[in-house]
């Protein structure tokens, strides 16, 4: 059974760099897409960005000029990391699988928070 | 990008109550809808894809329904564990978006 976990620092301070690892167990990440989500205080969910196994990115126009979405499948590893975050970066960050049958996220990590404060 | 909005934002029902959320589109998505539930604290659970398909392990109380820009999700008999937030999602094209999301609450 495919699980997700996110990991990474819970407070990053504002202008840093904020970077969080999903790391995948149970299954490959081979001919899967893969993303990040994230859910402020009280609010709703907002996609961040993917990458497919053949490397291929795609991110949010919200965030594209701040985000990075890499892998490494060797690891069953991927990354994401946010440039120059403010205290509206504060949020409980998700990995998530989409799924090969559904197209829907089948599959998400627990989640981690992360605040960004000085 | 495409908006999705709930309605309504927030609802009361009692167990054994059906109840229908409905999510509209801002512009045609065919079926490319999903339903997902959120209990506090938790991550988001896949309940629907393509509009009207149960995920499996979803109990089939749960449906959904709809085309184009007007969706709805119907739990036909409510139980207790089914007090939760509930969101709609399109996969039509990037950006994915979500709805505000319609919390449930005990009556």
């Known amino acids: 059974q495919v699980q997700l976990q996110e990991s990474g620092p819970g407070l990053v301070k504002p202008s840093e760099t904020l970077s969080l690892t999903c790391t995948v167990s149970g299954g490959s990440m081979i001919n899967y897409y893969w993303s990040w989500f994230r859910q402020p205080p009280g609010k709703g969910l907002e996609w961040i960005g993917y990458?497919?196994?053949?490397?291929?990115?795609n991110y949010n126009p919200s965030l594209t000029s701040r985000v990075t979405v890499s892998g490494d499948t060797s690891k069953n590893q991927y990354f994401l990391q946010l440039t120059s975050v403010t205290a509206a970066d504060t949020a409980v960050y998700y990995c998530a699988r989409k799924g090969q049958r559904t197209g829907a996220f089948d599959i998400w990590g627990q989640g981690t928070m992360v605040s960004v404060s000085s | 990008a495409i908006q999705l909005t709930q309605s309504p934002s927030s609802l009361s029902a009692s167990v054994g109550d059906r109840v229908t959320i409905t999510c509209r589109a801002s512009?045609?998505?065919?079926?490319?809808l999903a339903w997902y539930q959120q209990k506090p604290g938790k991550a988001p659970k896949l309940l629907i894809y393509g509009a009207s398909s149960l995920q499996s392990g979803v109990p089939s109380r749960f449906s959904g329904s709809g085309s184009g820009t007007d969706f709805t999700l119907t739990i036909s008999s409510l139980q207790p564990e089914d007090f939760a937030t509930y969101s709609c999602q399109h996969f039509n094209n990037y950006p994915i978006t979500f709805g505000q999301g319609t919390r449930l609450e005990i009556k």
């Open positions: 512009q045609g998505i065919s079926s490319a």
């Open positions: 990458i497919s196994n053949g490397g291929i990115t």
